[in-house]
């Protein structure tokens, strides 16, 4: 399964993993987002968008925690997703994670899915 790793950052609490699925980046964070670990998603976040890849899927589903920081991080990517013609989706959030986007109204902006493969399985659509 790692075939369709494009690359990975580690620190001692999140791990970041890309790959390429469709015209869909699909980012997976694992682990802590926090003010000291959000550039470890920033960077490749900002990587695939400099690559021209325009529609992000960030799996939650092994995201632990996230707080303003990451938040903050995940809504750059957004607006910079947007600006090229593209867009940042979530899926698979734990209720703790989901909490955070719902207090901030977060959720609102994004585009959120229950899965991963429903993410995907959105790029068919929008693109049909």
Do not use: W, Y
């Amino acid at each position: 399964m790692d075939r369709g790793t494009v690359g990975s950052a580690q620190s001692g609490r999140l791990l970041v993993e890309v790959r390429e699925e469709g015209s869909s980046a699909v980012v997976t964070p694992a682990g802590e987002l926090d003010h000291h670990t959000a550039d470890l998603l920033r960077e490749p976040l900002e990587d695939c968008l400099d690559k021209g890849r325009k529609r992000l899927v960030v799996d939650c589903s092994r995201l632990e925690f996230c707080d303003s920081t990451g938040l903050n991080v995940l809504l750059g990517a957004r607006l910079k997703a947007e600006a090229a013609g593209g867009g940042v989706h979530l899926a698979g959030m734990l209720p703790v994670v989901a909490r955070v986007f719902e207090i901030t109204g977060a959720d609102a902006v994004f585009a959120i899915h229950d899965t991963l493969e429903a993410a995907l399985a959105d790029e068919a659509d929008e693109a049909g």
